[in-house]
């Protein structure tokens, strides 16, 4: 029986649908032209590849194959359900512990065995990408003879392949695949190394996909005919596309070149000339002869070189001697400029971090064109399994696996859904992002935002539509999500919401004023109709903040975001004494609508992670003080695989914020946190200057147009005006990049020891908590996180360094050293600290305390009866 299916063929085509045995992950249909669409539908609400998707493909191409009337294969994904996330990163994680050695070159073997199947069937075969396809998804349309994807208004593809941002890299044949369909092998490397993202036209543009569609089911239509068509059809269709894609890349080097001039020339060589000039003037050359191997061989076999110039341009012995040369040469000089573009593109990225995949994908990919297919598909595996079991790989693989929990929080938790938000202090820096990120959000219906001044409100709205371009909504989406925001400056517009975010400046004088407004505003709603205030602070106690609130202190909470909010990823969700569950629920479901991770906190003076990042930022202004150049400080700490260094962040997040947050943590946590004395307090001079960071233009760096300014030899430039003030600046060369990771990775992982202890967050989260700070600071990402890279250390190591560099001097900021009770603890063990151990310490340390009082107690008494 057939039936009208729109998602599988052309419009009014009939398809069979078909039952393949046991499948659990696929749909398959057959049209009556004898073409066959499988539909990726795997269970849950993501597509993946995983062990039993490969299992099933096999399975089904051996059930096509037997069908002698099949004349094509299309492999897509179900209308309502685009995308493929990738290969499922949870098995990745199983195999990394496994004990086999040789079990990552197996299963990618056996992997790229069936879907190699895709590329050698008697019949054409097509992938039509609705959605994103990343990683395994991107792989598997790769192996097809033919790639399909849709740009317009409505439906967008795209493709990735973001291993690298994992610690691996692709491992079923997408890099070899890349660089054999890509014109340049320096864009090949910059798309997999980068882990960059292309939406279709420009993946198109670069050669990756084949044709464009404006809908679904135009693709699929196009993706039949495709199949119907003959094989000479689809040879001469190959060829021109190969050669578009040529000529695009050609008018991109014009491009480059046109611009040239304006760029500063210790850029010049790396950036521009190597990539586009030299690879293209190497492709030119073997074009020679790649021109007259083709012809030669068409019209009299291989060796026909002297017959096929002698019918060219006459008998001459001299330009027949001179094409033949051409072919070696050019040949010869495409080798010799591979080579050197690999070990300069190495170079690159090795000078940028000391992660291992970016190097390794980079050096396969110089090497394609020089190795057979069997050859690059076995150094492949080989690279594959030795970045999965590379520190780094397992570090970063864990961190992924960790914060798939994120969203799960308080999951259990029966908590009304908000589709009405406001927004109160909208049009201040932090009040905008959230309004933008809230702005973007489906879930979210209605959005009201609140400031005292129009001015700051039209700067929100501007604030809004720039992130929503950046955040590649269609027309009509952006549309929409402009025409649900609501700008007063009068409260009484919160009157209907369900949820109210305040992010007032954080000043408590100021939260508390605008509590007592909203507060007058909402008294008329009901415990039926309940609503719910986050504060977004971890600088202040919210205990105090909720003391005027009566009731309403059960539904208030902290909400703390991290400055630009579109751009950091981790929210802290913060816990009072009287907050209810309902409302931690509820501040996690919001976050989560927001597309970042939510991270439940207990009420300490900054939460977790500023906690954490405090000592960090301390020890790097006494490493100032020293008269340690900044800009080599960034050095190292981007060297362990973070994305900035600590100079340069704080210049993005602000000299105003970092000092309020120091003053915060040194009232919190005593002169541990102390910054420098004055006259060496870079912090405090940048304040006095007014040089703020990137927003100002100057920091400790010089800013232009968002970025660091560099001087004609390709250094930053260090603030002028700074070093004018502290001439001892940069002067200090006698800190190694190893000794900087060790103060301020160690600062970090003592403090993480600290966090743990003081129970700032439950025992149930602790696993995603030492994730969600590499989330939101991008810092021991290559470990899974501060308590990863302490126990990759070893804890007695860990322990007895930190002891040595606490004692060494009398500085205040090496008490940051002091081994912690906790750490004691595990260190007399001798055990990794276990982030799943459910212990409360906070509650364990403080009976033993109590014991210890009274054994003490009772041994004096003991002594005043004796």
């Known amino acids: 029986m057939t039936k009208r299916n729109f998602g599988f063929g052309s419009r009014g085509q009939e398809v069979t649908p078909l039952v393949v045995r046991d499948s659990v992950v696929f749909n398959l249909s ?15 609400p993501v597509n993946t590849i995983q062990p039993a998707t490969l299992y099933d493909l096999n399975r089904i191409l051996d059930v096509i194959a037997q069908d002698r009337d099949c004349r094509g294969l299309i492999v897509s994904t179900p209308f309502e359900k685009p995308g493929i996330a990738g290969a499922d990163i949870k098995e990745i994680h199983r195999l990394q512990h496994d004990p086999d050695v040789n079990a990552f070159v197996k299963v990618t073997e056996e992997a790229k065995r069936i879907l190699g199947r895709l590329s050698n069937m008697p019949f054409p075969t097509v992938a039509a990408i609705n959605g994103e396809w990343k990683g395994g998804g991107f792989e598997m349309a790769l192996f097809c003879n033919h790639i399909l994807g849709i740009s317009g208004s409505e439906q967008m593809s795209a493709v990735q392949l973001p291993e690298c941002l994992v610690g691996l890299i692709p491992g079923f044949k997408g890099s070899i695949h890349v660089a054999q369909r890509m014109a340049r092998l320096t864009d090949a490397v910059e798309f997999v190394a980068g882990f960059k993202r292309l939406k279709a036209v420009e993946a198109q543009e670069m050669g990756l996909i084949d044709g464009l569609c404006g809908s679904y089911e135009q693709m699929m239509a196009s993706a039949e005919h495709y199949c119907l068509q003959s094989p000479t059809w689809r040879k001469i269709l190959k060829a021109s596309l190969q050669q578009q894609t040529r000529w695009r890349r050609a008018l991109r080097t014009a491009r480059e070149l046109k611009g040239l001039f304006g760029r500063k020339r210790g850029q010049v060589l790396m950036d521009v000339v190597a990539p586009s000039v030299m690879e293209h003037f190497a492709s030119t050359l073997i074009g020679v002869g790649i021109f007259y191997e083709v012809l030669a061989t068409i019209i009299g076999g291989p060796n026909a070189y ?11 012995i001299f330009v027949t001697a001179l094409l033949a040369g051409a072919i070696a040469i050019g040949a010869s000089f495409d080798v010799s400029m591979r080579q050197w573009l690999a070990q300069t593109i190495v170079l690159q990225i090795k000078a ?31 690279l594959f399994a030795r970045e999965a079991r590379s520190p780094f790989g397992r570090g970063l693989v864990s961190l992924f696996v960790k914060k798939g929990g994120a969203k799960n929080a308080f999951a259990r938790v029966v908590a009304p859904s908000i589709k009405k938000l406001a927004i109160v202090g909208a049009g201040g ?11 973007a959000s489906e879930s979210i219906e209605s959005l009201v ?12 709205m501007v604030r809004i539509e720039k992130h929503l371009v950046k955040s590649g909504l269609t027309e009509d989406e952006k549309f929409r999500a402009m025409a649900k925001i609501v700008y007063s400056l009068d409260y009484d517009a919160l009157r209907e919401c369900d949820a109210i975010i305040e992010a007032v400046p954080e000043k408590e004088g100021f939260k508390r004023n605008s509590y007592a407004q909203i507060v007058e505003v909402m008294k008329s709603r009901t415990n039926q109709n309940p609503w719910f205030l986050l504060t977004n602070t971890s600088a202040l106690d919210l205990d105090s903040l909720a003391s005027d609130l009566g009731e309403q202190a059960q539904r208030f909470g902290g909400l703390h975001f991290f400055n630009p909010p579109e751009q950091m990823n981790v929210v802290e969700v913060g816990r009072a004494a009287a907050t209810t569950d309902e409302t931690m629920a509820v501040g996690v479901q919001l976050v989560a609508a927001m597309n970042k991770a939510p991270l439940p906190v207990f009420n300490m003076r900054g939460f977790k992670l500023n906690r954490e990042l405090g000592p960090y930022l301390v020890i790097l202004a006494h490493l100032l003080a020293e008269g340690v150049p900044p800009d080599e400080i960034d050095k190292a700490i981007k060297h362990s695989g973070a994305p900035m260094g600590p100079a340069a962040l704080l210049d993005k997040v602000g000299a105003d914020i970092v000092a309020s947050v120091a003053r915060t943590l040194h009232e919190a946590l005593g002169d541990r946190m102390a910054l420098p004395e004055d006259g060496r ?22 800013w232009e147009k968002g970025k660091q300014a560099r001087d004609k030899k390709g250094k930053l430039i260090i603030n002028p005006a700074l070093k004018a003030a502290f001439p001892g600046l940069g002067e200090n060369k006698s800190f190694s990049r190893e000794a900087i990771q060790t103060l301020l990775l160690g600062a970090i992982a003592n403090e993480a020891v600290r966090v743990i202890e003081e129970n700032v967050v439950a025992p149930e989260h602790r696993i995603y908590g030492d994730a969600a700070f590499v989330l939101g600071t991008g810092l021991t990402g290559v470990w899974g996180g501060p308590i990863g890279y302490l126990n990759a250390q070893g804890v007695r190591v860990f322990a007895g360094l930190s002891r040595i560099i606490a004692s060494a001097g009398p500085e205040t900021w090496r008490k940051n050293f002091q081994p912690s009770e906790l750490l004691r603890l595990y260190e007399r063990n001798g055990e990794d600290i276990k982030l799943d151990d459910p212990t409360n310490w906070a509650h364990y340390f403080e009976v033993q305390r109590q014991a210890e009082a009274a054994e003490l107690l009772i041994e004096v008494n003991d002594k005043k009866q004796a």
């Open 30 to 44: 057959r049209s009556s032209k004898g073409v066959y669409t499988l539909l990726l539908n795997s269970p849950g």
């Open 306 to 316: 002297g017959w096929l110039a002698t019918m060219l341009v006459g008998p001459n």
């Open 352 to 382: 940028k971090s000391n992660l291992s995949g970016p190097v390794s994908v980079a050096g396969l990919i110089m090497q394609v064109r020089d190795l057979s297919d069997a050859e690059a598909s076995g150094l492949e595996s080989q």
């Open 429 to 439: 820096p932090m009040g905008a992002g959230i309004a933008a990120l809230a702005a």
């Open 449 to 460: 935002l609140i400031d005292v001044k129009a001015e700051a409100l039209n700067d929100a």
């Open 681 to 702: 307090n870079v912090l405090k001079i940048l304040l006095e200057l007014g040089d703020l960071g990137e927003k100002t233009g100057r920091g400790i760096y010089v």
